[in-house]
């Protein structure tokens, strides 16, 4: 039976990283009778989303299948921000939930924003400076911080960042939900069986390269670092889960694909991707999740990329910037492999990312905000 003093609150994901941040998020609405809690997928990922919601046992409400083949962002946009405003219409929410920095986000917090539905941002407040670095990213999460009520903020420099910025709202520091996500499927002990792979025969690099700075020669540098490392330390392998985007695994493919000590396999799965973070001995990525969700578990990680925002992580000293230039990522990766103080000085740093329990204190704000 529904409560006349129940309020509605819709939660968009479109992509892989959405769901695995957002999924403790809707649990932990849904455990509460004070809400209403619908689950709106805008289909921008497909495949990948559905093992997520599977692990984490949720179901959309909602399924905009918005996917097709080689969509553009403005497909994206367009179709994301028509479905999702007349559903919207029909729904009547009292607050929608986003998270981060993709398309789909910045759609479902315009489209709200168009019908005067106040918005709330999780992981808000993370800046690079430069607005094609990440692209589109940097500019999806500064527009969706003009239109946001409620910022959930997951460290004291991303509340810094939003009040330097000026933004209207309510700025909360909560710790970041991967976090939550991630120690709930750890504490699992998943395992993570790759063929031909011997886990205590050598050390493992888990690498995952993708994003668009980072397409052609940069991606090309990339993989001549990976090669050199390998070539340099007999004892090591590659763990390289490749992207589904042909632009960049078809180079991958051309330039690692016949190395015997190199593992390029299909996108693993969430709680995969955690066993195979839990054995590793170092990440190389360009990734912004597993620059959070590694420390975690004190896996050093090395950053594919010229900026982050998500500098916490090397202020604190569980990440670096390495960028794509194949020198720079040999001589990094040869320091932790080949020097232990260094190694250890990274793995057992504090991570700065959160205890957890994000996704509680999102809940307890957004009661407190709707009243």
Not at 122 to 144: F, K, S
Not at 172 to 194: F, M, R, S
Not at 208 to 230: K, M, Q, Y
């Amino acid at each position: 039976m529904i409560n006349s003093n129940q309020k509605r609150v819709d939660i968009i994901l479109g992509t892989r990283p959405e769901a695995i941040k957002l999924a403790p998020v809707i649990q932990a609405f849904q455990a509460d009778s004070q809400f209403i809690t619908k689950v709106i997928l805008t289909g921008q990922h497909r495949e990948m989303v559905a093992q997520v919601m599977d692990l984490f046992h949720l179901q959309a409400d909602f399924d905009l299948e918005i996917m097709q083949p080689k969509q553009s962002l403005s497909d994206i946009t367009c179709r994301s921000l028509q479905g999702l405003g007349e559903l919207y219409k029909l729904e009547k929410p009292d607050l929608i939930i986003v998270q981060g920095d993709t398309t789909t986000a910045f759609a479902a917090a315009l489209a709200a924003f168009y019908q005067q539905i106040p918005v709330g941002h999780v992981e808000a407040g993370l800046r690079t400076d430069n607005i094609y670095n990440p692209y589109p990213e940097e500019a999806n999460r500064r527009l969706i911080s003009q239109i946001t009520q409620l910022h959930f903020a997951p460290t004291q420099l991303a509340v810094e960042n939003l009040q330097r910025s000026g933004v209207l709202g309510h700025i909360h520091q909560t710790g970041n939900t991967v976090i939550d996500a991630l120690l709930k499927v750890a504490a699992t002990e998943p395992p993570c069986h790759i063929p031909g792979l011997d886990w205590e025969q050598y050390r493992v690099i888990l690498a995952t390269v993708h994003r668009r700075e980072n397409w052609g020669e940069p991606l090309a540098g990339i993989a001549e670092g990976f090669l050199r490392i390998l070539d340099k330390f007999p004892d090591t392998a590659l763990l390289l889960p490749l992207h589904r985007n042909p632009i960049v695994r078809e180079p991958l493919q051309a330039m690692l694909g016949n190395h015997p000590r190199i593992f390029l396999t299909e996108p693993l799965d969430y709680r995969e991707l955690v066993g195979a973070i839990l054995r590793s001995h170092l990440l190389l990525t360009d990734s912004g999740g597993l620059q959070e969700e590694a420390p975690s578990l004190g896996k050093p990680v090395l950053v594919l990329r010229e900026t982050t925002e998500r500098p916490e992580a090397v202020t604190a000293g569980v990440a670096k910037l390495v960028g794509t230039d194949s020198t720079n990522i040999t001589n990094a990766s040869t320091q932790l492999l080949s020097n232990p103080e260094a190694y250890n000085a990274m793995a057992n740093a504090i991570n700065p990312f959160g205890d957890g329990q994000a996704s509680d204190r999102i809940v307890a704000i957004t009661a407190d905000y709707l009243g």
